[in-house]
């Protein structure tokens, strides 16, 4: 059977701050530069989540898209849509909220959901012309 990649856009607008809690505010802004402004500042985020496998022979689909969507909806939409990542994020209590480091997080809640016979990446915009990808490696 071959396998396909199917992907599934979804947005969502948060706020977070870039630093490291042991450097003073200078040094966490030679570094983070404005990302490490301490009242915060937001991204309109894009994400979009890559699902590769063989097509099932009977349904015709790598995946339902529609149970993606939910997932995408239920896992990380609500979750992080209009929140302070740093605040409001249990995931980012102790971890700096990087857009590489939001990736990871976004992977593995869903990595947790789809079926391990599923490869699964993650692209992540946090502008349109700084984004990651992460799958897993």
């Known amino acids: 059977m071959p396998k396909v990649t199917v992907h599934r856009k979804a947005h969502f607008n948060a706020a977070h701050r870039l630093f490291h809690p042991e450097w003073s505010d200078e040094k966490n802004a030679a ?4 990302c490490s402004n301490p009242h915060y500042h937001g991204h309109n985020y894009d994400l979009t989540v890559s699902v590769t496998g063989e ?3 009977i349904t015709g689909f790598v995946m339902d898209l529609s149970v993606l969507r939910e997932l995408i909806k239920s896992e990380i ?3 992080f849509d209009h ?3 740093n605040v409001e994020v249990a ?3 102790s971890l700096n909220p ?4 939001i990736a990871v997080v976004i992977y593995n809640k869903l990595r947790a959901k789809i079926r391990t016979s599923l490869d699964i990446s993650v692209t ?3 502008t349109p012309r700084n984004f990651v990808t992460y799958s897993g490696d």
């Open 31 to 34: 570094v983070f530069g404005k």
């Open 55 to 57: 097509i099932d022979p």
């Open 77 to 79: 939409e609500d979750a």
């Open 83 to 85: 929140k302070n990542l």
């Open 91 to 93: 995931e980012f209590k």
């Open 98 to 101: 990087t857009v590489e480091n």
């Open 124 to 126: 992540l915009y946090e």
